[in-house]
């Protein structure tokens, strides 16, 4: 049995050809980052409209590599919710069209639901040769948790869009414990990319400065992290980064002469602060949440100091960790995986679905 999966929720155009038991047969990811790049952040209006010429080659793509037929189908899931409203409608009108055409039955899929679903998913290293495909990419995840379950654990989001820690019953009922009040963790890194003019998504490049810059040398804030809520707050860490590299008032980075080590710095002491937060709130929530597990999955789950120092506090603290596999932390579609579980629980979407960009905080 096999389900498509669809993900068009921001910049990412993706589709999936999965079992139940999470092996890929087809996989493809159309990315639009060199879009946006220019404007410094994706533009909704580009976006969908890149969608929207990509949606269907993508689609077409991981069928055929899965050798599969659209009528061979068990299901056709595809993400409804949050992202941007043009985004969504795009993926949400291709699974419509095509669970009518092919008479299959529809689900909708909660991305960030998706994004901690990730962490049952990771890629079997045995025969990572044989299962390298013509795209490079290795298309054998296998599910490697789904018989000793994760749950009841504590969920943390951080992606570009959200910074959330959630109480996960199973991987479909999550009970919100708190999130950003502003920026969300990938945001903040992306702009901090932009001050520093190392391109977008900046996540990455900021990664990849800090590695050689000194943690210590700027002194930026870790808003919230000793308050009583599962809140986030990350606009007051980012202005201090720009006061930091050009003072108050100025608006123009492009002029801007940093030396290599004021930017390793910068990132390196950035980084840290960000990292500081998302673990010790994390940590407390899993203490005082009383369950043994943290699950964490989202873009920024990708960065390398924010997966060593949740390893450190699950050793000194004795819970159990499950970190995303890094290639299936952005925006993917073998993460709709997920819908199985809403397809074993009867949980079938209609054709007037809708999307839900969902917005409003708590979501
Ligand atoms: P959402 O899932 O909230 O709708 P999104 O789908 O745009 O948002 P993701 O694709 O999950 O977000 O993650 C993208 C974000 O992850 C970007 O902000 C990017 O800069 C960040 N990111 C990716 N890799 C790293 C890394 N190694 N370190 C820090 N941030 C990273
Ligand atoms: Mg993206
Ligand atoms: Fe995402």
């Known amino acids: 049995d096999v389900i498509l999966a669809i993900e068009s929720t921001c910049d990412e155009t993706a589709a999936a050809v999965v079992t139940r038991s999470g092996r890929v047969l087809g996989e493809c990811i159309a990315t639009q980052e060199n879009l946006h790049e220019q404007f410094g952040g994706v533009v909704p209006e580009i976006a969908a409209r890149a969608h929207l010429e990509r949606i269907l080659p993508v689609i077409d793509t991981s069928l055929r590599q899965a050798n599969v037929n659209g009528r061979d189908l068990h299901a056709i899931a595809v993400a409804d919710r949050p992202g941007l409203a043009g985004s969504l409608l795009v993926g949400v009108v291709a699974a419509k069209s095509l669970a009518m055409a092919w008479q299959k039955p529809l689900v909708a899929i909660n991305h960030l639901h998706a994004h901690l679903y990730a962490c049952q998913l990771s890629r079997m290293s045995s025969d990572d040769d044989a299962a390298t495909d013509t795209a490079g990419r290795t298309a054998e995840p296998t599910e490697t948790t789904e018989t000793t379950s994760v749950y009841p654990a504590i969920g943390l989001i951080v992606s570009g869009g959200h910074t959330t820690l959630y109480l996960c019953r199973d991987a479909v009922d999550l009970e919100y414990l708190g999130g950003t009040i502003d920026d969300a963790a990938g945001e903040a890194f992306d702009k901090v990319a932009a001050m520093l003019s190392l391109g977008f998504p900046g996540g990455v490049a900021v990664a990849k400065w800090a590695e050689k810059g000194n943690a210590q040398a700027y002194a930026f804030p870790r808003s919230k992290q000793h308050d009583r809520t599962y809140d986030f707050s990350f606009s007051g860490l980012k202005t201090a980064v720009r006061y930091a590299i050009v003072g108050p008032g100025r608006q ?60 450190e506090a699950s050793e000194q603290d004795g819970f159990d960790l499950v970190i995303a596999p890094p290639e299936l932390c952005t925006d993917n579609a073998v993460m709709g995986a997920i819908a199985w579980k809403k397809i074993d629980r009867g949980e079938f979407a209609t054709l007037d679905l809708d999307i839900t960009p969902g917005l409003q905080r708590g979501f």
Do not use: H, P
């Open 252 to 311: 123009d980075f492009s002029s801007l002469q940093l030396t290599d080590e004021v930017k390793a710095d910068v990132c390196a002491s950035f980084e840290a602060a960000v990292v500081d937060v998302l673990v010790a709130k994390s940590r407390r929530a899993v203490a005082e949440l009383g369950v043994r597990r943290l699950l964490v999955g989202g873009g920024v789950a990708a960065n390398r100091r924010l997966r060593s120092q949740l390893t």
